[in-house]
C-alpha cells in the first residue's frame, strides 16, 4: 500500500521545517523544537488533575484523566509517553492520553518521567514502574482499582511499557490485565528490513533513533534487556498484549519481532499492522484522522482486559 494521503499530507508539512542535524544538535536544543503543537481541540475528559508523585529520592509529575462515566472506581491505565527518552512530555501526549480515556473508558495517569541523557538508563524505567508502585499505594485518592491495571505507550514509551511489565513480574507485582505496545522500541538492530526501508523520508529516521539510543545507555551494542527488551531471555508470565506498528516506520519490523517473541513465550498477543501509515500517527491524530479506529480499538481492547 502506498501512504496514506493525510500522512503524505502530514510529511509535506513536516518537510517544510528547517532539517535537523543529529550530528550536532543537542537534546535541549531539539526538545525546544518539539515543543507542543495544538492541531485542534482536545479530545473532551471529566476530569484533568496535575499531579506529583512523590518516589524515592525525588519527585515527578503526572496528569491523571478520567472520561465521561469512569465512575469512582475506575480502571487504571499508566501512559508513557514518547520521544526517544530524550524529548516528549504529558504535555506533547496529551491530546493522545484523552483519547485513550475516552476509547477504553479507565483513567489514565500520564507519567512525566524524567528524559536522558540528563537521566539515563535506568532512571526512565525506574520512574514509570515506581509511578505504578505509587498509583496502587494512592488508589483510594485517585479513585481508582488497583486490581484493575494496565500499562500503555508510543515509542520510547512502549519500549518502557514493555520493560515495566517485565520488572513488574520480575518483582512480584503490581499484576496487570494488558500492555498496549504502540510502535514500541525493542531492539538496537539498525541493520533489520524495516530499518533499512524505511530509512528516512517518514518522520522517524534510522539516524534519529541511533542518536536517541546513544542519549539513553551510551553503548547500544551492550543494552541492557531491560532497554533493548526484544533481548530479553525470559518473556514468559507477562500481560496480554497489543502491538500496534505502523508500514512506513523503521521500527515496524521489531515490533513484529516483540510480538512473536511473546507470543513464542505464552503470552496471549493481538498485533496489528496500520498500512500506508508512518511512525507517531497514533499521536497526529488530529493531523490524520484515519488514526481514530486504531485508538478505538486499541481502547476496545483495554476495555476487554479489564473486564476479563
Known sequence: ??????????????????????????????????????????????EVRDLTLDLPGRSIAARLYKPEGAGENAPLVLFYHGGGWVIGSIETHDASARALAVASGAAVLSVDYRLAPETP???????????????????????????????????AGGNLAAAVAIRARDAGG???????????????????????????????????????????????????????????????????????????????DEGLD?????????????????????HGFFSMFEAVPDAMPYIERAGARLKAAFAA
Open 1 to 46: 500500500m502506498t501512504l496514506n494521503p493525510q500522512v503524505e499530507a502530514l510529511l509535506g508539512f513536516f518537510a517544510q521545517m528547517p532539517p535537523v542535524d543529529y550530528e550536532t544538535i543537542t537534546p535541549e536544543a531539539l526538545r525546544e523544537a518539539n515543543r507542543p503543537m495544538q492541531m485542534g481541540p482536545p479530545p473532551a475528559v471529566a
Open 121 to 155: 538508563f535506568p532512571g526512565p524505567l525506574d520512574d514509570c514502574h515506581d509511578a505504578l508502585l505509587w498509583a496502587v499505594d494512592h488508589a483510594a485518592d485517585l479513585g481508582i482499582d488497583k486490581h484493575r491495571l494496565a500499562v500503555a505507550g508510543d515509542s
Open 174 to 252: 503490581p499484576k496487570l490485565a494488558h500492555q498496549l505496545l504502540i510502535y514500541p522500541v525493542t531492539d538496537t538492530n539498525f541493520e533489520n528490513g524495516s530499518y533499512t526501508e524505511n530509512a528516512e523520508g517518514y518522520f522517524l529516521t534510522t539516524r534519529m533513533m541511533q542518536w536517541f539510543w546513544a542519549h539513553y545507555v551510551g553503548d547500544h551494542a551492550n543494552a541492557h534487556p531491560e532497554a533493548a527488551v526484544l533481548q530479553h531471555a525470559d518473556l514468559s508470565g507477562l500481560p496480554p498484549a497489543t502491538v500496534l506498528v505502523a508500514q512506513y516506520d523503521p521500527l515496524r
Open 258 to 278: 516483540y510480538a512473536e517473541a511473546l507470543k513464542q513465550a505464552g503470552v496471549p498477543v493481538e498485533t496489528e499492522l496500520a498500512p500506508g501509515m508512518i
